[in-house]
């Protein structure tokens, strides 16, 4: 099993709903985001090309977070999510400075924090993560890389896709289709 | 033009707008852990080959400093986390892959090793010392009998806990300044430097205070070659790599840098150590104590630049 995101940069208008879902779903703390919308603007007036982006951690398969840990707080779990354990994490920040994408926080209760993929809360019910169930473009495709009939895996088959700072060596999991 | 916003707004502490997770704590950290496993490598080094005698300061007086250099660093460590009380958390696992991980365990070898050392050179300090208890005086010739094994765990451990600072930093591919193996090595003759300078610094011998000058001349000039190998490996390598030497070459740190770490912590005692070995009699603490300063601002230019640099997708 591996679990990955899709995010279709074509679709998503950047209205934000993924995060304030996020947010609500994940009981992040105030002023703290575990996802963010990104806008690229690229070229010379009238010439103006825009990307959009909704982001979060991406689940690398070569977690340099994971690699780091001095405790194994920070480790794999089901389908290669990547998670925190709060009570074995010591908040040293080893695995927010490790992270290209900067996709980690220090939680203001002193362990690390970062997206879960919603795994126990709603991945493991049998529902797709809060950001892909409310987005109203249906712009994301949530699923298991190993079942060729999940969302993931259909759309990645049919479109053009990139990862970000592959040549990080990072092996990230959230796709972006292009 | 290429241009990239957080459209949905984030300011997540410590990460935006730029990273800052480590503050003073670390970089004072580095400096002291390094001074002490400079000191304590030479002390363990003249005792190995039976200089005792020979260098009084370097054995005995200087590693004095240590355990309370590696407590004020540890104590640095401990307030550094923001989740304190799980601190031991460290203690229950150990990990290969993690620098920290090793790191931790080495100062687990060293910090007790360096009141050990120090407690088998009280009588320097304190010649009238008693221990009071016979266990005590047991414990004390046990070590004392042992010293030739103990001096070269020490020897070693001091060399990992020199060189572990800068490849804790290396292994961060996401930060490209640190992301470069040099800074082992660099970190390691930057803290034997110190050390030397610290001897120097302490020492009443004269003989004993030309050796280290000479000791630290030459350890600047292997300092010296690596700095700018590092650069000429970051000028020959990728966008993001060119753009963190930048940072030190015309970038917010230049200034910083090439000043107080490259001219008046290496180039200006580099020419005070040459002048003294020469003869001329110039005030000895000067030299050595630039050094010192130079290490501790060198260590917390790399920390903040390190993560200033960064990748751009």
Not at chain 1, 133 to 151: A, H, I, Q, R
Not at chain 2, 96 to 114: K, N
Not at chain 2, 298 to 303: G, K, S, T, V, Y
């Amino acid at each position: 099993m591996r679990y990955a995101m899709a995010v279709d940069t074509k679709k998503c208008v950047g209205c934000s709903d993924c995060v304030v879902a996020c947010q609500t779903e994940n009981k992040v703390p105030i002023g703290y985001c575990r996802d963010w919308v990104v806008e690229v603007m690229d070229g010379t007036y009238p010439q103006l090309e825009i990307e959009i982006r909704s982001e979060r951690c991406n689940h690398c398969e070569n977690s340099p977070c994971v690699r780091c840990c001095p405790t194994g707080a920070s480790h794999y779990a089901d389908g290669g999510v990547v998670l925190v354990t709060p009570d074995e994490c010591i908040g040293c920040g080893a695995c927010i400075a490790s992270c290209p994408y900067d996709a980690r926080y220090p939680h203001p209760d002193g362990y690390v924090d970062k997206c879960t993929f919603c795994l126990d809360n709603r991945v493991k019910k049998g529902l797709d993560p809060a950001c892909v169930s409310v987005c109203p473009t249906k712009c994301m495709y949530f699923g298991d890389l190993d079942d060729p009939n999940s969302p993931v895996s259909k759309v990645l088959k049919k479109r053009k896709f990139k990862t970000l700072i592959p040549e990080a060596g990072t092996q990230p999991q959230l796709y972006f289709l292009i | 033009m290429k241009e990239e916003l957080i459209i949905s707004g984030r300011m997540n502490q410590f990460i935006d707008p730029t990273l800052h997770i480590w503050h003073w704590h670390i970089p004072l950290y580095l400096f002291l852990g390094g001074l002490s496993a400079g000191i304590l490598f030479f002390a363990a080094y003249f005792t190995i080959t039976g200089k005792e005698d020979k260098y009084p300061t370097a054995v005995k007086l200087a590693p004095f400093l240590t355990p309370v250099l590696l407590s004020v660093g540890l104590l640095a460590l401990l307030l550094d986390l923001k989740h304190k009380t799980y601190f031991w958390r460290l203690y229950t696992t150990i990990r290969i892959e993690s620098p920290m991980s090793w790191g931790a365990w080495t100062l687990m070898v060293v910090t007790p090793l360096s009141f050990v050392w120090s407690a088998l050179n009280i009588k320097t300090l304190f010649p009238n010392w008693d221990w009071k208890y016979k266990f005590l005086y047991d414990l004390e010739a046990f070590f004392r009998k042992n010293i030739k094994p103990i001096a070269w765990i020490l020897l070693i451990f001091s060399l990992i806990l020199g060189v572990y600072t800068g490849i804790l930093f290396s292994a961060f591919n996401a930060r490209p300044l640190w992301n470069t193996s040099i800074l082992g090595p660099l970190f390691l003759t930057s803290g034997l430097s110190t050390g030397a300078a610290a001897i120097v610094l302490l020492s009443r011998n004269h003989a004993e205070r030309l050796t280290f000058a000479r000791i630290d001349l030459m350890l600047i000039g292997i300092e010296v070659f690596l700095i700018i190998h590092m650069f000429m490996g970051f000028l020959a390598s990728t966008q993001v790599h060119i753009e963190a030497a930048e940072l030190f070459l015309g970038g917010p740190y230049t200034t910083p840098f090439w000043l107080f770490v490259f001219t008046l912590g290496l180039a200006v005692p580099a020419v005070l150590e040459m002048l003294e070995l020469k003869k001329f009699h110039l005030p000895y603490w000067i030299a050595p104590a630039l050094v010192i300063a130079g290490g501790l601002i060198f260590r917390f230019l790399m920390a903040n630049a390190g993560q200033a640099s960064r990748w751009l997708y």
